[in-house]
């Protein structure tokens, strides 16, 4: 049986309430101490131990695939430069494999088509910053999946995407062969799950900050075979469409999708969000961009739905204002 | 007196008035003043002054110290005088376990204000709505003291309709028991005697007033005019009139926003209905903000909405008039009979509201200038002067024993 596991990092970024009296006044929008403290305390008893797997796995040539997200990164640089430095080397090496997704690792694709390109495109021009390498395939985060993903995702130079596997409809295709995606120009998925026996698995994995159920990163797993040389087996020609119209999520995540989307506050967020986007695409600066994705935090959409009612309220209304707040620097 | 304690989000208006009467009332009377919110600021100058001793909440739990925190959630979230929930069929079905359990907490708030009034020498009972009715029954039993009731809303206000409800009976009960009504305007002392059959004779009006208001500094920075909502976000202030009226207006008006302050148990339907309407945009829900962050809002605005279905009186139209502002009130707002050339509209008469806040918007001058009257006029009466009417009844009462 071959198993694969990929393993997240990511470090959810808190963003400072703002009141509508505050709108207008250009006031920092992310809670950089805030979250840095979070990072900080977290260090040494959650993050540092996985991390130190992650490198022993490597020094195994068990060649562990990983996602970094870009606020995990710039804290661990911050935290710990040396075991940046270590990682880098093993990844530099080819011996821990990168596995790309959304700079913030948040549900921009659930708010705009856009704003999801667009953090995809951050993601892989931040991670230079930080590795020589770049990643082969593409996890969306929740390892969201529909046919607009995978035209996306190709459209950034991505050898391929792993999605998740349509439970009603799989006619049994499984986990492990290569599929095409239903686009127009034919993309490679690999699906994290089939939908019977077989001898291929993905298991997606919490290293620290993002919210699949499991974190238990099954040292004795090797992903022996790099996981892109996957996708060039066959003849292309060969692979069946995978057809998926509507976003699938990962069963592995901790909520369902609905859940940080069907609340009237939530929709009303991400579609001011996506009606922002819209509008100013062409005009956004790098840090509006950004604090539009992470108004998508999978945490923060979920907070205006699952905490008290007051501070669900106080969230979003704190959301909307910075949206307003960036609405005026464009108008 | 028995109210409701210092202002919060929960009891709005009624808190503010409340505290300012008190504050004015204890400078003349030495006034026992009991509350189920807990004050800390208030028991703080309270001490300083030596005239008023409050009893607090925590006080209030001290007998079941193990359970005394979950027993101040409860009693908090329970005694709340504008428990009402939204339109919503679910919620009225939670209301139903509510009002059980808000009962239970009334009854043991009331038997704790008679159990502390043991051995306190008073002359007369003061009393603010219905929370404080059935101490003030009890009490007046026992001691035969005069009982005045002062009335800042009743349960036809809130449901926006008579009703047959526990609360309805409690507060005509209390209206006829007692010697002396405050109303607080005449609009509320036509529904206390048409709904509620308490005699003419015995409700005396007093309207509320109002202090020198301090603004935040605050500087719009949107380039439209603000159309402004304040208030609590229910059914009795009319907020889901007020996104049908922005619905309406910006298909004629496309140079406004609209803000609404303010919390309630409406939020998360009015944010839907925003959405839906595609108003979003355009609005803006502050959610609960200071008094003094409001008062800035309103300075700010070019003119506020109050399409409320019964507002006994309306103090944040006399606040907003007092800072300049013009206010287009619905029928059936006390606050009304103090303000001069005001438009007012039949509650659910969208066109009428849209037709009201465009001539304003149009006559930005004219608007201005009557604002500027009633701004003047409002300010002469404070919350002395209303106190001193409060006093000078209330003496009445003790006079005729």
């Known amino acids: 049986m071959d198993n694969y596991q990929i393993i997240h990092f990511n470090h959810p970024l808190e963003l400072n309430a703002l009141s509508f009296l505050d709108i207008g006044k250009n006031l920092s929008a992310v809670d950089e101490p805030k979250s840095q403290k979070k990072f900080a305390e977290d260090f040494t008893q959650t993050i540092q131990p996985k991390l130190k797997m992650i490198l022993k796995m490597a020094g195994e040539n068990k060649s562990p695939m990983v996602y970094f997200s870009l606020p995990f990164l710039s804290f661990l640089k911050q935290q710990n430069s040396n075991l940046l430095l270590e990682i880098k080397k093993q990844v530099n090496d080819g011996k821990i494999q990168l596995v790309g997704s959304c700079a913030y690792h948040s549900f921009s694709y659930l708010c705009s088509p856009i704003l999801f390109k667009k953090e995809a495109e951050l993601f892989l021009d931040g991670l230079k910053n930080y590795f020589e390498k770049k990643p082969g395939m593409f996890i969306n985060t929740a390892c969201l999946y529909d046919d607009q993903v995978a035209e996306i995702v190709k459209s950034l130079g991505y050898l391929g995407i792993i999605a998740t596997a349509n439970p009603w409809h799989l006619a049994g295709k499984h986990s492990g062969q290569v599929y095409k995606s239903n686009t127009i120009q034919p993309f490679n998925i690999l699906l994290s799950n089939g939908d019977g026996p077989d001898n291929f698995q993905i298991s997606l994995v919490n290293g620290y900050g993002s919210a699949y159920t499991s974190d238990f990163i099954d040292r004795n797993t090797s992903n022996k075979k790099q996981i892109q040389e996957l996708f060039l087996t066959g003849n292309e020609d060969e692979h069946s469409v995978y057809a998926v119209s509507l976003p699938l999520s990962s069963p592995s995540w901790e909520n369902k999708i609905p859940e940080y989307t069907n609340n009237p506050l939530q929709k009303a967020l991400l579609k001011q969000n996506s009606a922002l986007v819209s509008q100013f695409h062409d005009q956004l600066s790098i840090d509006d961009w950004k604090l539009l994705m992470l108004l998508c935090q999978p945490d923060h959409l979920l907070q205006i739905n699952q905490t008290s009612k007051e501070e669900g309220y106080d969230r979003f209304i704190s959301s909307m204002n910075h949206l307003t707040d960036i609405s005026l620097r464009y108008k | ?401």
């Open chain 2, 1 to 401: 007196m028995i109210g409701p304690g210092t202002p919060s989000p929960e009891n709005s208006g009624l808190g503010i008035a409340c505290y300012n009467i008190a504050q004015h009332l204890a400078k003349k009377v030495h006034l026992n003043l009991f509350s189920v919110e807990s004050a800390d600021e208030m028991a703080t100058q309270e001490v300083e002054n030596g005239k008023i001793e409050t009893l607090t909440r925590e006080k209030l739990t001290n007998k079941k110290q193990l359970m005394a925190d979950l027993v101040h959630i409860s009693i908090k979230s329970e005694i709340n005088p504008y428990f009402y929930a939204g339109s919503a069929k679910i919620e009225q079905h939670h209301n139903e376990a509510l009002e059980i359990s808000v009962q239970e907490a009334l009854e043991e708030f009331s038997l704790k204000i008679i159990s502390k009034s043991r051995n306190l020498a008073f002359d007369i009972i003061y009393a603010h709505d219905w929370m404080a009715i059935p101490a003030s029954l009890k009490l007046k039993g026992l001691s035969g003291k005069p009982f005045v009731l002062q009335v800042h809303a009743l349960d036809y206000d809130r449901s926006g309709k008579k009703s047959n409800s526990w609360l309805f009976e409690l507060e005509k009960e209390g209206m006829q028991m007692a010697d002396l009504v405050i109303a607080v305007s005449d609009y509320h002392k036509r529904i206390m005697i048409k709904a509620y059959d308490i005699k003419a004779s015995k409700i005396k009006v007093i309207r509320h007033g109002l202090d020198k208001l301090n603004a935040s500094d605050y500087k719009a920075p949107f380039a439209e005019d603000i159309i402004l909502f304040c208030g609590r976000l229910s059914l009795q202030k009319g907020a889901t009139t007020f996104i049908d009226i922005a619905e309406a207006l910006v298909k004629k008006e496309q140079n406004i926003r609209f803000v609404v302050t303010g919390q309630g148990e409406l939020m998360e339907e009015l944010i839907g209905l925003s959405t839906d309407s595609g108003l979003m945009d355009k609005i803006h829900f502050t959610g609960y903000l200071p008094q003094n962050d409001v008062f800035a809002i309103m300075k700010a605005s070019r003119v506020m909405v109050m399409p409320s279905v019964s507002d006994p009186f309306g103090l944040s139209a006399l606040e907003a008039v007092s800072l300049g502002l013009p206010v287009v009130l619905s029928k059936n707002c006390g606050v009304s009979e103090v303000l001069k050339d005001v438009p007012q509209i039949a509650q659910n008469d969208i066109d009428g509201y849209v037709y009201a806040i465009r001539e304003i918007l149009a006559n930005k001058k004219l608007a201005s200038k009557t604002a500027k009257e009633n701004s003047d006029s409002v300010k002469k009466r404070n919350w002395e002067v209303v106190s001193t009417e409060i006093l000078s009844a209330l003496n009445q009462e003790v006079k005729n024993g």
